[in-house]
């Protein structure tokens, strides 16, 4: 579904990826750790198209397509979602209304799933104004269902949540990304940022990576790479690189 080749990403005048290579293929999810200001954002970023993230070299292919120099728009037809770290708020515009521009699939399918995250009270209120952190994720995610995008990327969905919308939300994010499926039946792919492990309790990931100082030093299972940075922190990871290269 996404192949990411030999990528370099600058942004204002700073390299902040360097020579990232990753496969996500369809039905798989993949998890993206790293410490702050590693770069993850910008991943995400440079996959969406936001064009502050500058491609200085290397390739984004997706569905067989090369998305390097696409817009954002185009990418987003194509069946590419992001669910924001920390999205605007959108004054004067309800987030009903925003659903309905955006929506791909029946209004009823949206309210049901605003029901299920418990949601429903938001819809007449303008999107992701004075929303809590844990509002703004559900709001996300809402938005992210209605598009129902092919590869859905989500950027620290567990900041800020509950311990119980925690649960939640893994188990929401796990059936937008047909984990609920049998491996056959899934037509989706995913890649998840987060810091803490408690979401991946709650969703079937199929890999792991850790980026580092801009580099991915590390790929793996998921559990064991999470229960070694626990133990040893991410430092570990750099001497997984080093003996790799
Ligand atoms: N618009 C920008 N202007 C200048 N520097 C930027 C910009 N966006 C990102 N950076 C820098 O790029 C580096 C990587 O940032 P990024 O947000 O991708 O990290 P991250 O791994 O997602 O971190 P966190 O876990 O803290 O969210 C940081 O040093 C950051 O300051």
Redesign the pocket.
Known sequence: MLSIENLSVK??D?I?LKDINLNINIGEVHVLF??????????I?TIIGNP??KVVEGSIYFKGRDITDMPIYERAKLGIGLAY?NPPGVPGVKLRDLLKIISKVKWEEIERMAEILNFKDFLDRDTNVGFSGGEVKRSEILQIFAQNPDFIMF??PDSGVDVEKIKLLGRVINHLLDKDKKPADRKKSGLI?T?MGHILEFINVDRAHV?YN?IIACSGGPEEMLNTIIKYGYERCIVCYQKRN
């Not at 790293?34 to 991943?43: F, M, Q, V």
Request: proline fraction near 4%; aromatic fraction near 4%.
């Open positions: 942004v204002e700073k902040v790293g410490p702050n200001g590693a770069g993850k954002s910008t991943l970023n502050k993230y770290q950027d620290e940022i810091h980026l801009g």
